[in-house]
């Protein structure tokens, strides 16, 4: 693997090195569109397809997208790649696993729900909340993002202040996060 | 349902939340505070598993 700066790669990206392109989305961006591809379109979508959309997205107007990174110092290509392509496969996810034309009801809730992939997600938040040690954490998690109560209410259930809430809700998702990562 | 936690006038403090080194900062309990759904704490934790594989991967 070539150890790219991550201004060689933005130059080599704008100047169209195909080295520097292959490198870049092959090595650079594998783990998370492999991560992407498996958890997120369970398979469905192969690598290079993902590597094109990714590509069409971040060469349009010039790589004006590798522009934002170059505002802001002291952070990795490696992890600001992360973020954007999390972000950019999460809008297009239903497009690219052809849900785009799924009938949706009164409720905007497709008629086959069953199908959706968002079922995985939820069990695979459930299974983590499950994980977790501290159970108060858990409950709240499940109470305010599985059945939707919100601060106010969490507040009265537990006796507390809604801006405990909100700490609490804080340290809950750290340890969320930690489970999480720690897991897989 | 993403932008939410995902401004990018924030973006700089999201990265720092994925990649560990915000995680008890002010601005982490923002973006925590924002967390509103299911799949928004599922893409916060994907976001950060693979920020903390980069950061082993950039060790290495």
């Known amino acids: 693997m070539n150890n790219y700066t991550d201004a060689q790669y933005i130059e080599g990206l704008k100047a169209r090195s195909p080295q520097v392109t292959r490198d870049f989305f092959y090595q650079l961006c594998n783990y998370t569109l492999n991560d992407i591809r498996h958890s997120m379109m369970k398979d469905h979508v192969e690598y290079d397809d993902l590597v094109n959309e990714l590509f069409l997205y971040l060469s349009q107007h010039d790589w004006h997208r590798l522009d934002t990174f170059s505002a802001i110092n002291e952070c990795h290509l490696s992890t600001w790649i992360i973020k954007v392509s999390w972000r950019f496969f999460w809008k297009q996810r239903h497009r690219l696993l052809g849900y785009d034309n799924c009938d949706m009801d009164t409720n905007g809730i497709k008629e086959s729900e069953t199908d959706s992939p968002d079922i995985d997600i939820i069990m695979d938040v459930k299974q983590t909340l499950d994980d977790m040690p501290n159970r108060r954490y858990a409950d709240l998690l499940r109470k305010m993002l599985l059945e939707g109560h919100d601060a106010e209410e969490m507040a009265m259930l537990y006796h507390t202040t809604e801006a405990n809430i909100y700490n609490i809700k804080h340290r809950a998702i750290l340890m969320f996060i930690k489970i999480y990562v720690s897991r897989k | ?60």
């Open chain 2, 1 to 60: 349902m993403i932008e939410t936690i995902d401004m990018e006038s924030n973006e700089r403090l999201l990265m720092d939340f994925i990649d560990g080194t915000g995680i008890k900062s002010k601005g982490a309990q923002a973006i925590t505070k924002r967390v509103k759904s299911v799949q928004q704490l599922w893409l916060l934790a994907k976001m950060a598993k693979d920020a903390r594989h980069a950061k082993l991967i950039k060790k290495q």
